[in-house]
């Protein structure tokens, strides 16, 4: 089977991604580098989808190529690749929400197994605290989700800590709610937003690449706050 590859490059960052796989990604400081992991992304990322009990495809998947398909220097939140302009179907929806949920499911679960207390704390300094992450990824799936009507609204206020695992929940269930009632005219309409293009398909491309980018991250600080905890309280 081929996944055609949409290679996004920044200055000292690329992204590979696949409308046929939301959520799936390969990073690297170079497109080519990124090119050449994504093979293996796929691969972890087919492990991911069958470990979580996600199933996209009638059969399972035993041999595949990543193909590169696009390539553009990236913008603000990605540009909009010509894959970007197909309305999505109801399953690709249904694929990327389910993808979404789990992943939100899991960085919850990571922020949730943290004492309150440490949950702010930043590793180095300069460095996102996982309270100030979780921030990061609600603002953003906000700001996608905006980009889906002609006149976005201001960006939103940050969310107090102890408000923050209720609205990021609430606010899936909303963007699940508003996906799902797109019309045929919406899930292919270009919304034009300064110099940047937006469509459904991007806005469900973005939000699941960004959901899963931010979980090894925070995973790996989860884990070393979880080591201070644990010496805290064993000293």
Not at 1 to 6: I, S, V
Not at 7 to 26: D, M, N, Q, T, Y
Not at 190 to 206: D, N
């Amino acid at each position: 089977m081929e996944f055609h590859a949409l290679i996004e490059e920044w200055s000292g960052e690329s992204i590979v991604s696949f409308r046929a796989l939301p959520g799936c990604f390969s990073k690297a400081s170079t497109p080519q580098q990124a090119v050449q992991q994504s093979p293996q992304a796929v691969s972890d990322y087919l492990r991911w989808l069958k470990k979580n009990d996600i199933f996209f495809f009638e059969e399972e998947i035993t041999s595949f190529n990543a193909v590169p398909k696009e390539y553009l220097r990236g913008v603000k939140a990605g540009p909009r690749f010509e894959a970007d302009r197909p309305a999505p179907t109801d399953q690709e929806i249904d694929n990327a929400l389910n993808v979404a949920a789990t992943a939100r499911a899991q960085l919850i679960d990571i922020y949730d197994a943290i004492p309150l207390e440490l949950r702010s704390v930043s590793p180095t300094p300069g460095a996102r605290s996982l309270t100030q992450q979780l921030q990061h990824v609600l603002k953003l799936e906000a700001y996608y989700i905006a980009c889906l009507s002609e006149q976005p609204q201001p960006a939103a206020s940050t969310i107090a800590e102890a408000d923050l695992l209720r609205t990021f929940v609430e606010n899936a269930m909303d963007y699940e709610m508003l996906l799902r009632d797109l019309t045929p005219e919406q899930r292919a309409h270009i919304y034009v937003h300064g110099a940047e293009e937006w469509t459904a398909a991007k806005v469900l491309r973005r939000m699941t690449l960004h959901l899963r980018e931010h979980y090894p991250d925070m995973q790996a600080l989860a884990r070393q706050l979880a080591t201070r905890s644990s010496t805290k309280f064993g000293s």
